[in-house]
């Protein structure tokens, strides 16, 4: 009887050490294909993140020319001490400052935080933008927001550095013009110019808009690979 226990017992042993490595298999195999599987990747918040990146690095370069600009020449101090004697000469400099700061929200922050939501689209509720609705409507969102706010900035930079030197005396290099006249020869011509661009930075948003809504309602064979899967690499 003993014999037969002992038997039996080594039986029982063996199948577990056989249930065991057939574990230890199973939760190597699934370790193997956790590192070797699918990498969720977004196209649509891969590509507003550069053009977040590219912007930034544009915002950056233009603040050091600014800062240049200032540490180089007299014209902040001739700029400021007119400010002191007739204020509204800072109408101009702000102007020139909202353009920066505009350009370094909505260009910079605004487009990374964009890319989010084409990330949640994509990849947090599995809707991938298929088709050349949803995709060109992703391309007018990309192209006239970048395009409409960089140009925006741009020239409100311009027409304050304009205004700015328009009010200093010739003597100092400046147009010698009085506050009137910069407002309708310098500062009144570049309203057009700026509100027509910041109604295509607006179009673009609308666009990306109108994307996001007919992606969410729209019917579609989810593939991990429509969303632009990529196999990762142990």
């Known amino acids: ?16 050490e056989e249930e065991g490595e057939k574990d230890g298999k199973d939760n190597s195999s699934k370790v193997t294909n956790t590192s070797l ?6 196209k649509w918040a891969a590509r507003f ?11 950056g370069l233009l603040t050091a020319m600014l800062a240049a600009f200032a540490a180089t020449t007299g014209y902040p101090i001739l700029l400021v001490e007119a400010m002191l004697s007739i204020p509204q000469v800072g109408f101009s400099e702000i102007t020139a400052l909202a353009g920066l700061g505009l350009y370094l ?16 689209f994509e990849i947090r509720t599995g809707k991938p933008y298929k088709g050349r ?8 969102h990309l192209v006239l927001m970048v395009f409409g706010v960089a140009a925006t900035s741009i020239l409100m930079i311009y027409a304050g550095y304009l205004g700015d030197v328009a009010v200093i005396e010739t003597d100092f290099g400046g147009f010698g013009i009085t506050i ?9 011509p570049f309203i057009v110019p700026v509100s027509s661009l910041v109604l295509i930075t607006v179009i673009g948003a609308v666009a990306g808009g109108a994307g996001f809504i007919i992606n969410q309602f729209q019917r579609q064979d989810i593939n991990i690979q429509d969303i632009g899967g990529k196999k990762g690499t142990a």
């Open 1 to 16: 009887m003993s014999t037969i226990r002992s038997g039996s017992g080594t039986d029982k042993d063996q199948q577990e």
């Open 37 to 42: 599987g699918t990498v969720a990747y977004s």
């Open 49 to 59: 993140i550069w053009a977040a990146i590219i912007q930034g690095a544009i915002v």
């Open 105 to 120: 929200i909505v260009g910079v922050i605004a487009t990374g935080l964009t890319a989010q939501f084409y990330h949640h």
């Open 133 to 140: 609705i949803t995709n060109g409507l992703a391309w007018i």
């Open 180 to 188: 009137e006249q910069k407002s309708k020869q310098i500062l009144n």
